[in-house]
């Protein structure tokens, strides 16, 4: 299973920009799906996540600019980020729990990480 994220780029502060993940490979189905950001010298945090149902969790400094969905036929999970701020300035991880082993009845999932995308936003 493979994560692929795009969408990263530089931004003035103020703007927009909108990140996809779409997972690739051989599985049964994805649990949940979310992002993560890591600055330089921080530690890696939660920025969203949304479950196979289309219920979503938001880290409290994007609530109400950012806003995480997914496309459950495409596999892919996206992240639109409005009003961006240099704080937002970031590596943005795309994560996702996906179902990829079956032994006898069971199916067991794993979690995977996309490669990371850069967002920098300008004052």
């Known amino acids: 299973v493979q994560l692929q994220a795009s969408g990263g780029g530089l931004v003035q502060a103020g703007g927009s920009l909108r990140l996809s993940c779409a997972a690739s490979?051989?599985?049964?189905?994805?649990?949940?799906m979310g992002w993560y950001r890591q600055a330089p010298g921080k530690e890696r945090e939660l920025v969203a996540v949304?479950?196979?149902?289309?219920?979503?969790n938001y880290a409290d400094s994007v609530k109400g600019r950012f806003t995480i969905s997914r496309d459950n036929a495409r596999n892919t999970v996206f992240l639109q980020m409005n009003s961006l701020k240099p704080e937002d300035t970031a590596v943005y991880y795309c994560?996702?729990?996906?179902?990829?082993?079956?032994?006898?009845?069971?199916?067991?999932?794993?979690?995977?990480w996309g490669q990371g995308t850069q967002v920098t936003v300008s004052s």
């Open positions: 994560n996702a729990d996906v179902v990829d082993t079956n032994k006898g009845w069971r199916r067991y999932a794993h979690e995977y």
């Open positions: 490979g051989s599985f049964f189905s994805i649990n949940d």
């Open positions: 949304i479950t196979s149902g289309g219920v979503t």
